[in-house]
């Protein structure tokens, strides 16, 4: 598959460029553009390969890329490689819940002869079957991730004393947390059962695109870790806690 290069000029090393990624089945995706990056090539979905020729490894996070970014200055070269795929992505960095990103019909399908009435529909049952159960369970996470943040603050104020009530509501909202996301997944291997379907004629398979999330792990080490003796099980839960989203589908010829 042909790659392109993004390319963008910092200044300084403070220059912002306006760019954002997310991890993906082991791999980064550009997420959000604004600024230089949105004058460039490249998209929101496209799968990144190399900075500054430097290749992008399947350790690599969203952080460790954004971090060399920053320490850059001049020239910034990003190459980029453009798959097919139907992709949910955050607006404003996460203010704004997912929401999906329209692509017109990918050259693979074309390739294929697949019918425009075919990726129409693959778009539309996106939107209706797995947008608003991905919305629902981002939103989740997130309120997880605040309440977590509030628990730890307000307690270790209180010297180690965690008060059950909210204690209880920690474990309700994990849960619920929790519920979410496997609706999500159920709601798309639906939409894979019907991508597939539609598309087998056609030679293409299609692949849904995860996201794991550890929200209380940064850098290899969990952030809870100073807490979890202090607090007992209920910190226990949070330290294994990984969310797993469906945020789309990517499509493959059958091989």
């Known amino acids: 598959m042909t790659s392109k290069f993004a390319i963008v000029h910092k200044p300084t090393k403070d220059t912002k460029v306006g760019i954002d990624f997310i991890a993906i089945n082991g791999k980064l995706y550009v997420a959000y553009l604004s600024g230089l990056f949105a004058s460039t090539c490249a998209e929101i979905g496209d799968e990144v390969i190399s900075l500054n020729n430097k290749r992008v490894t399947i350790k ?24 097919p795929k139907i992709f949910m992505h955050t607006q404003d960095k996460g203010k704004t819940y997912f929401m999906c990103h329209h692509f017109t019909m990918p050259p693979l399908l074309k390739d294929k002869k697949v019918p425009l009435e075919i990726w129409n529909k693959l778009i539309s049952y996106t939107n209706l079957m797995l947008l608003p159960k991905t919305q629902v369970a981002e939103k989740y996470r997130l309120g997880v991730q605040q309440m977590y943040d509030n628990f730890v603050t ?57 996201r794991n999330e550890k929200p209380f792990v940064a850098n290899g080490r969990s952030k809870v870790e ?18 797993s989203l469906p945020i789309g589908l990517e499509f493959h010829l059958a091989e």
């Not at 202090?230 to 949070?238: T, V, W």
């Open 226 to 243: 100073g807490v979890v003796n202090r607090f007992g099980g209920i910190m226990i839960l949070f330290k294994e806690t990984e969310f």
């Open 154 to 210: 307000r307690n270790f104020a209180k010297q180690g004393f965690a008060e059950a009530e909210t204690t209880l509501k920690m474990h309700k909202a994990h849960m619920s947390a929790g519920t979410a996301h496997v609706n999500a997944s159920l709601a798309a291997s639906n939409l894979l059962a019907m991508a597939g379907a539609m598309l087998m004629p056609y030679g293409i398979i299609p692949q849904i695109l995860i």
């Open 60 to 83: 690599s996070t969203e952080d460790d890329l954004k971090g060399q970014i920053r320490s850059l200055k001049l020239d910034v070269a990003l190459e980029l490689v453009t798959k």
